[in-house]
């Protein structure tokens, strides 16, 4: 068995991005995950059809649980994601990684990244390199 090491990275590619990834805690894995089960648990309790029937009849529950889904992606990204080269702007100037005070990814960088609606694939990215072992 190999246990990833903390200073581990990983680059993998989304779209036409490639980003590097980082081993989180265990810690703040199970914390994420735990969360994220939740969440998923909490919307998987109803069918497609049932989903639509709440986006039709209670719009703003509907909304809310997709937005706390979307955060706890965001989570897995911010705490997973150490940078990122081949995002661009439209008039073709490179968007700069940023990280925050705490060396995490900046909200300016996530909301770049749900612009360019990418978050879901890349937490799935987060997830799956600190889930499978080498």
Do not use: C, W
């Amino acid at each position: 068995m190999i246990i990833p090491d903390l200073t581990d990275k990983h680059e993998v590619k989304v779209k036409d991005a490639i980003f590097t990834l980082r081993v989180l805690s265990s810690k703040t894995y199970r914390s994420l995950v735990s969360r994220l089960s939740f969440l998923r648990d909490l919307s998987n309790r109803v069918t497609k059809e049932s989903m639509e029937s709440l986006k039709a009849e209670d719009p703003q529950k509907y909304e809310e649980i997709n937005e706390r889904l979307h955060e706890a992606f965001r989570d897995f990204i911010k705490q997973g994601v150490v940078g990122h080269a081949g995002i661009t702007k439209k008039n073709g100037s490179e968007i700069t990684f940023v990280a925050d005070e705490k060396g995490l990814v900046s909200d300016e960088t996530l909301e770049a990244y749900d612009r360019a609606h990418i978050t879901y694939l890349l937490a799935t990215e987060v997830i799956t390199f600190n889930t499978m072992p080498e």
